[in-house]
């Protein structure tokens, strides 16, 4: 079973900056794509950022673009999303989840459909 957990979340002012971070289990880290979503309060899940299985492609989503960088270190297991100059629209629960597929496929890497397992969550509060 596939396990992933979240942290680095907190409270932050605007203009400020958080790192989180997810730890996976199992021996198959690093032949996923793997991504973070948000969701905030009583708002639908949104994606935020993708990454390929060796690291050499990301994706965002407009909101983010430029502020967040979405990285992985294949050797510790471990993704991670640095947010900078975080705004109060960034306030939401993080989720990181894994893509469901390890081959090609035409599967949307930014639709939260195509992930099969999930993290907890981690809140990330931004204050204006």
């Known amino acids: 079973q596939v396990q992933l957990v979240e942290s680095g979340g907190g409270l932050v002012q605007a203009g400020g900056s958080l790192r989180l971070s997810c730890a996976v289990s199992g021996r198959t880290f690093s032949t996923y794509r793997m991504g973070w979503f948000r969701q905030a309060q009583g708002k639908e899940r949104e994606s935020v950022a993708t990454i390929s299985a060796s690291g050499g492609t990301t994706a965002y989503s407009d909101s983010v673009k430029g502020r967040f960088t979405i990285a992985r270190d294949n050797a510790k297991n471990t993704v991670y999303l640095q947010m900078d100059s975080l705004k109060p629209e960034d306030t939401a629960a993080y989720y990181c989840?894994?893509?469901?597929?390890?081959?090609?496929?035409?599967?949307?890497?930014?639709?939260?459909?195509?992930?099969?397992?999930w993290g907890q969550g981690t809140q990330v509060t931004v204050t204006s």
């Open positions: 989840a894994r893509f469901k597929y390890t081959y090609s496929t035409s599967a949307p890497s930014m639709n939260p459909r195509n992930y099969d397992y």
